[in-house]
T-cell receptor
Framework: QQQVKQSPQSLIVQKGGISIINCAYE??????FPWYQQFPGKGPALLIAIRPDVSEKKEGRFTISFNKSAKQFSLHIMDSQPGDSATYFCAASKGAGSYQLTFGKGTKLSVIP | EAGVVQSPRYKIIEKKQPVAFWCNPISGHNTLYWYLQNLGQGPELLIRYENEEAVDDSQLPKDRFSAERLKGVDSTLKIQPAELGDSAVYLC??????????FGQGTRLTVV
């Protein structure tokens, strides 16, 4: 049973455009929703995270939108740059202070000049 | 501050041979995780340690995989014997109280 479903599998965006990646979860006990960025040959690195008490969180060009009733959350990358080309993973965990993560399958983003 | 350190970075072994991976977490992080990442997939948890105690090893294939975290700091993940299907990246991560999980660069295992 896949607890966190991520789409699309791959995404091509032109430089300056908006990249949008979506995730849906099933377990209502999840209470921490991070996005990780992974470059080839590197481990995942935390990009931005949200807890369900807010509907949106913005850090620079990156925004998480969270819809608790729909059990969905999404990552928006504004003004996408070629350096943003990487694989992005959504994830979820449950329990205060727990960072035991259930990951989506990933989205490979390519930003073309 | 040093991040999560894993070694080796790459390992090629023949099937049926044993292999071990080592992880040094960020200083002060009590929680340590081992994840398995297959090509084109998201990481999947193998085991989580709180200090030296394995608190969740439900996804660890115990017939061939073992892990230890002596003294609650460094950790070793072992596979014996390795199978072709074990080829993957093995990621170690650590987290502290109220800090998110940080990942190492991983060990890429190829079983031939």
């Amino acid at each position: 049973q896949q607890q966190v479903k991520q789409s699309p599998q791959s995404l091509i965006v032109q430089k300056g455009g908006i990249s949008i990646i979506n995730c849906a979860y099933e377990n209502t006990a999840f209470d921490y929703f991070p996005w990780y960025q992974q470059f080839p040959g590197k481990g995942p690195a935390l990009l931005i995270a949200i807890r369900p008490d807010v509907s949106e969180k913005k850090e620079g060009r990156f925004t998480i939108s969270f819809n608790k009733s729909a059990k969905q959350f999404s990552l928006h990358i504004m003004d996408s740059q070629p350096g943003d080309s990487a694989t992005y993973f959504c994830a979820a965990s449950k329990g205060a202070g727990s960072y035991q993560l259930t990951f989506g399958k990933g989205t490979k983003l390519s930003v073309i000049p | 501050e040093a991040g999560v350190v894993q070694s080796p970075r790459y390992k090629i072994i023949e099937k049926k041979q044993p292999v071990a991976f080592w992880c040094n977490p960020i200083s002060g992080h009590n929680t340590l995780y081992w994840y398995l990442q297959n090509l084109g997939q998201g990481p999947e948890l193998l085991i989580r340690y709180e200090n030296e105690e394995a608190v969740d090893d439900s996804q660890l294939p115990k017939d061939r995989f073992s892990a230890e975290r002596l003294k609650g700091v460094d950790s070793t993940l072992k596979i014996q014997p390795a199978e072709l299907g074990d080829s993957a990246v093995y990621l170690c991560a650590s987290s502290g109280r109220n800090t998110e999980a940080f990942f190492g660069q991983g060990t890429r295992l190829t079983v031939v």
